[in-house]
């Protein structure tokens, strides 16, 4: 455990998210036109830190976070928190592969993530200001959002995602096509948040990544949860057929 | 009938004295217009966005009632506009036939359709693009929409702009709730289709030239804040 700087503790939660955890997928049955995705899919997540989603293209990870969510809603089955149907909507974070940034300026994109959450208008800018200095992006507050470079772009993503201190920090590949630099300034912010409490779930190919970021990974494969492995555990000695061929680079694509 | 270039040199002299005629008719309507598609756009843009965002049975044939709206004939909206505010009409005691007030009544009935329907579109597009992102924040829907109507600013000048257009070039409509009153309602396209049945065309000239640059300027305007707010990303 990193020990946590100071400026670090505005990312800790609102509220526990404990009491919304472990996240169950239970029989869930997902498809689009004819064609499943998932068919009695179960899977958990739970505990704190940080858990990674990997497995091939095409598997159903993208799918998988969407559904905890609360984005997508299966055909049949339940996402259970804790036992409860409800997604703890308002708690969760969620950082896209590809950042969707308003129209506006770096602050009025977190500015608004605050006014959407219903942050009073009178701490907006406040927090809005501190969340960009502990992004190193305050010197970027006044630029437009969409003429920064992918990685600060993906940075405000993130930063605007924990705006509101969610519980839950749900990440579809958020360093995808980005440089070493840029991705390690991510996954700065990601492990501290995790660090102040918020519970990640983070989809990614990058084993180097799991094993910066993870403490346990769960391995999809056509539609299936192969294996949940701690992190060491699943880079060493995978537990299946599967994910050996996924991490050798044999299977890349369902 | 006058000597076709005399005409044109009245018109210009007209033009340039700042004649007191022609002012004050410019300044009627432009007040009419502008307040008229202010209103349009109040009204149209929350209803465009509302359409966009909104999932309830009978959407597609209200989209479909709007878009046939932007279609309607100025003289018949001045007709039914007429006997709702004539003095046996249900709002003749309001007293406003013949005042620029039922001219603007008239005018945002013609653009509100043409505004919200253009916006609904544009809407739309953006909420396609947004959608995941603000249902991630959890955003309402009215919170979804003022989101989408902020971050749309510069497509909606367009939809306000088609709006100013219909009502700037609009006669049918204000004829018929305005009177045409001298000093009163009378606006420029009322008055040049009535300096010209006069075979006065002076006047009609200069309103012409007037309006064709009122409509070229604030066309150029807008394509200028656009380009500028594309530049910056924000468009």
């Given amino acids: ?254 | 009938m006058q000597d076709f270039s005399q005409a044109f040199a009245e018109a210009f002299a007209l033009i340039g004295t700042a004649d007191a005629t022609l002012i004050g008719i410019i300044v009627l309507s432009l007040q009419v217009t502008l307040t008229a598609v202010l209103i349009a756009c109040l009204i149209g843009f929350p209803l465009g966005g509302a359409l966009a965002v909104g999932r309830f049975p009978g959407r597609m044939a209200l989209v479909v009632f709007l878009n046939s709206l932007m279609g309607l004939p100025p003289v018949v909206v001045g007709l039914v506009i007429y006997l709702f505010l004539s003095a046996a009409g249900p709002l003749g005691y309001l007293q406003l036939l013949y005042t620029p007030t039922a001219m603007v009544i008239a005018q945002v009935v013609l653009v509100t359709p043409i505004v919200a329907a253009l916006a609904r579109q544009v809407i739309e597009d953006l909420h396609s693009e947004y959608d995941d992102m603000l249902r991630a924040m959890n955003a309402s829907r009215l919170q979804t929409i003022w989101t989408l109507i902020v971050d749309a600013r510069y497509s909606l000048l367009t939809s306000a702009l088609a709006g100013l257009g219909r009502a700037l070039a609009e006669v049918g409509a204000v004829i018929i709730v305005g009177g045409n009153i001298a000093n009163v309602t009378r606006v420029m396209t009322t008055t040049i289709a009535l300096e010209t049945s006069k075979g006065e065309l002076a006047l009609a000239l200069g309103l012409g030239i007037i309006l064709v640059g009122l409509s070229i300027l604030i066309n150029a305007g807008l394509f200028l804040l656009k380009h500028s707010a594309q530049q910056r990303a924000y468009a």
């Fill in chain 1, 1 to 254: 455990m990193l020990k946590m700087n100071p400026d670090f503790a505005l990312l800790a939660p609102a509220r526990p998210f404990t009491c919304h955890l472990p996240i169950r997928l239970d029989g869930v049955d997902l498809g689009f036109k004819n064609r499943s995705v998932f068919a009695n899919l179960n899977a958990t997540i739970g505990g704190h830190g940080i858990t990674a989603i990997m497995g091939p293209n095409g598997a159903g990870k993208s799918l998988l976070l969407r559904l905890m969510a609360g984005l997508l809603r299966p055909d049949h089955g339940d996402v259970l928190f804790n036992g409860s149907a409800r997604v703890p909507a308002g708690r969760i974070g969620f950082v896209f592969q590809r950042p969707v940034l308003l129209r506006r300026t770096v602050l009025a994109n977190v500015l608004h993530a605050l006014a959407v959450a219903g942050v009073p208008r009178t701490d907006r800018q406040a927090r809005a200001t501190e969340l960009l200095a502990l992004g190193e992006m305050h010197g970027l507050a006044a630029s437009p959002a969409r003429k920064l470079s992918g990685g600060e772009q993906q940075r405000l993503s993130l930063l605007r995602a924990l705006a509101c201190k969610p519980g839950l920090l749900l990440l579809d590949e958020p360093s995808a096509s980005l440089d070493p630099q840029a991705t390690l300034l991510i996954e700065n912010i990601i492990r501290r948040a995790s660090d102040c409490g918020v519970k990640v779930v983070i989809v990614t190919h990058d084993q180097g990544q799991a094993a910066r970021l993870a403490d346990e990974v769960v391995f999809v494969h056509q539609g299936q949860v192969m294996d949940t492995q701690d992190i060491g555990e699943f880079l060493n000695r995978p537990g299946t057929a599967q994910a050996r061929a996924y991490l050798a680079g044999e299977l890349l694509i369902d």
